[in-house]
């Protein structure tokens, strides 16, 4: 009784479906042990175009295994596909093989290609860091000017800043010139447990704009914003109205704002003014 037959493809295969003349060529060669890569791929490659099976199938192993250079995962694929096609169960096989394998490189490379976009994001590689920070450039006096509270564009300034000092740095994101507004506590004690009674509000005389991965500094001060009576600059009605009815309201509740001397009174009851 015969062994099992070798899914290696022998000579006696090549030879099925060769010309007469590829015949001898074959014969010549069978006491060669091992053929070499191009050759052998030759004869593989005529054999499968005759549609032998296993020639085809064997002609795509040689390429998985790298027998003639990088290995190409298409073509064997279709190697395997016209192998098993014709009919050679091991074509069908390793056609299965090799679209997993492929399938998980593909998915290799995107785990990779993430893990390696997480790293980077860790590391603060050319990460952008965009701010903005409040400067009180007020000088220090007896009766002190503190920036009591400030806003610009998405920053919102809730720590006072005493004159000749600067608020901590705030993130922000890029933008175009913006209008600051800052309301001042002038003669207040930034340690005191009380909040101030009596308040100014200002606004900057041009807007305020920052780019990516800089840092914006907002100085306040007569020269950079308008609206300090004692200076001589003052704000519309309608500017100190926006101001302490929007933009700090709530520093402004129940209080009546004249922008021409810069004082503050009570709403009555009946919300006279």
């Known amino acids: 009784m015969s062994g099992p037959r070798s899914n290696v493809l022998s000579a006696n295969d090549i030879s099925d479906g060769l010309s007469e003349e590829d015949e001898m060529s074959v014969t ?5 042990l091992q053929l070499l890569p191009k050759r052998a791929a030759d004869f593989y490659d005529r054999a499968c175009g005759r549609q032998n099976g296993r020639a085809c199938y064997n002609l795509g192993v040689l390429i998985m295994v790298g027998g ?3 290995p190409d995962a ?16 091991n074509s069908c096989t390793n056609l299965g093989v090799v679209c997993r394998v492929t399938t998980m490189i593909k998915q290799l490379k995107r785990i990779a290609t993430y893990f390696l976009f997480i790293a980077l ?21 007896t009766a002190p000017l503190v920036v009591f509270r400030a806003f610009w564009q998405a ?3 809730q720590t006072p800043v005493p ?9 922000t994101v890029p ?6 507004y800052a309301v001042l506590a002038p003669g207040w004690d930034v340690t005191s447990s009380t909040a101030p009674t009596s308040l100014i509000a200002v606004q900057s005389r041009n807007g305020f704009e920052v780019h990516l991965n800089h840092t914006l500094h907002i100085h306040v001060d007569d020269t950079t914003f308008v609206g300090n009576c004692a200076s001589g600059s003052f704000l519309s009605p309608d500017q100190a109205d926006f101001i302490t009815q929007r933009v700090f309201a709530s520093d402004f509740a129940g209080l009546r704002y004249d922008p021409v001397s810069c004082t503050t009174a009570p709403i009555d009851a009946a919300g006279g003014r």
């Not at 994001?121 to 006096?141: A, F, M, Q």
């Not at 000092?165 to 705030?170: A, I, K, Y």
């Open 28 to 32: 010549q060669t069978r006491r060669n």
């Open 68 to 70: 003639l250079g990088v």
């Open 74 to 89: 298409p073509k064997t694929a279709a190697l395997f596909r016209q192998g098993c096609e014709l009919g050679f169960v």
């Open 121 to 141: 994001c860790c590391s603060g590689c050319d990460t952008p860091h965009t701010y903005v920070v409040l400067e009180n450039n007020y000088p220090r006096s």
């Open 155 to 157: 920053a919102s300034f």
């Open 163 to 171: 004159p000749g000092s600067s608020s901590d740095l705030q993130d």
């Open 175 to 180: 933008a175009s010139a913006n209008t600051a």
